[in-house]
C-alpha cells in the first residue's frame, strides 16, 4: 500500500430522497440519527440535499448545528430525488476534496459509526468505497461481485467522477476503472425506508454514535 498522505475527509453528504427520512426510529428522525453519525465519524461540514420537506428538515436540523452531537456547519438544499443530482452537490461542497455519503434510510447499529467505517478504508487505500453488507473475510473486498450487496455509505475519494451519476452508474463506472473498493460493514444493518426494516430498528436499543478516530475506533474507550 502506498504511503501517500490521504486528504481528510471532512465533507459529508446526507442523501433525502426517499421522503420519510424524518420518521421517527426511536423516537427520532431517522435524518437525526444519521446527522449524529457524521458528526461522530469526524464530520465538520455537512449538506443535506432533500426533494421534499425542506423547511421541516431545516427547522429540525439547523437550531442544532455546533452544538455537542452535531458537525460545525451545516448547509441544506433542494434536488430532485435523483442520486446523481445529489453526487453533483456534493461535489460543489466539497470543492474537490473527497467527501462521504449517506442514505440515511439505512442505519447501522455497532461499535463503530457507519460512515465513520468506509472513510477507514479510503484511508487505508486511497480508493472509492462502498459499504456493503454480507459475511466476508477481511474489511476490504473486490467491489466487482458485490454490487447488489450496497448498503447506503459511501466515500467519494474522486468527486470530478462521480457529479450527475446514478447509482448504479457509479458503481458501473467505479468497476471499469478498477478505482473502488468495497468495505464490509460492521454492526447490524437496519433498512428504515421500509416498514419492516423501522419494526426491526424498534427492537435495538438505539443510542447516538459515540465520537470516532478516522479509522473506526472510538475516541472514549
Same mark, same amino acid.
Given at each position: 500500500?502506498?504511503?501517500?498522505?490521504r486528504?481528510?475527509?471532512?465533507?459529508a453528504?446526507?442523501?433525502?430522497?426517499?421522503?420519510?427520512e424524518?420518521l421517527?426510529?426511536?423516537?427520532?428522525?431517522?435524518?437525526?440519527?444519521v446527522v449524529r453519525?457524521?458528526?461522530?465519524?469526524?464530520?465538520?461540514d455537512?449538506?443535506?440535499?432533500?426533494?421534499?420537506?425542506l423547511?421541516?428538515?431545516r427547522?429540525l436540523i439547523?437550531?442544532r448545528?455546533?452544538?455537542p452531537?452535531?458537525?460545525?456547519?451545516?448547509?441544506?438544499?433542494?434536488?430532485?430525488? @435523483?442520486v446523481?443530482?445529489?453526487?453533483? %452537490?456534493g461535489?460543489?461542497?466539497a !470543492?474537490? $476534496?473527497?467527501f462521504?455519503?449517506c442514505? #440515511?434510510?439505512?442505519?447501522?447499529?455497532?461499535d463503530?459509526?457507519?460512515?465513520a467505517?468506509?472513510?477507514e478504508?479510503?484511508?487505508?487505500?486511497?480508493?472509492?468505497?462502498?459499504?456493503?453488507?454480507?459475511?466476508?473475510?477481511?474489511?476490504?473486498?473486490?467491489?466487482?461481485?458485490?454490487?447488489?450487496?450496497?448498503?447506503?455509505?459511501?466515500?467519494?475519494?474522486?468527486?470530478?467522477?462521480?457529479?450527475?451519476?446514478?447509482?448504479?452508474?457509479?458503481?458501473?463506472?467505479?468497476?471499469?476503472?478498477?478505482?473502488?473498493?468495497?468495505?464490509?460493514? @460492521?454492526?447490524?444493518?437496519?433498512?428504515? %425506508?421500509l416498514?419492516a426494516g423501522? !419494526?426491526? $430498528?424498534?427492537?435495538?436499543?438505539?443510542? #447516538?454514535?459515540?465520537p470516532?478516530?478516522?479509522?473506526?475506533?472510538?475516541v472514549?474507550?
Open positions: 500500500m502506498s504511503s501517500t498522505p486528504a481528510t475527509v471532512r465533507h453528504v446526507i442523501a433525502c430522497l426517499e421522503q420519510v424524518l421517527p426510529i426511536g423516537g427520532v428522525p431517522m435524518l437525526e440519527w453519525e457524521c458528526a461522530a465519524s469526524g464530520t465538520s455537512l449538506l443535506i440535499v432533500t426533494c421534499a420537506e423547511d421541516a428538515i427547522s439547523a437550531p448545528v455546533g452544538s452531537g452535531f458537525p460545525l456547519r451545516i448547509e441544506f438544499v433542494e434536488s430532485t430525488p @435523483r446523481g443530482d445529489a453526487l453533483t %452537490a461535489r460543489a461542497f !470543492a474537490g $476534496a473527497p462521504g455519503f442514505q #440515511p434510510t439505512h442505519l447501522f447499529v455497532g463503530a459509526p457507519g460512515l467505517q468506509v472513510v478504508s479510503y484511508y487505508r487505500t486511497g480508493k472509492n468505497v462502498a459499504g456493503i453488507i454480507g459475511d466476508f473475510a477481511t474489511d476490504e473486498v473486490d467491489l466487482d461481485p458485490v454490487t447488489q450487496q450496497i448498503a447506503g455509505r459511501f466515500v467519494i475519494a474522486n468527486p470530478e467522477t462521480a457529479a450527475g451519476l446514478s447509482e448504479t452508474d457509479l458503481l458501473t463506472t467505479w468497476v471499469t476503472r478498477k478505482c473502488a473498493i468495497a468495505r464490509r460493514m @460492521r454492526g447490524q444493518y437496519l433498512d428504515v %425506508a416498514p423501522r !419494526a426491526d $430498528a424498534g427492537r435495538f436499543g438505539l443510542r #447516538p454514535p459515540r470516532s478516530t478516522p479509522t473506526g475506533r472510538i472514549d474507550e
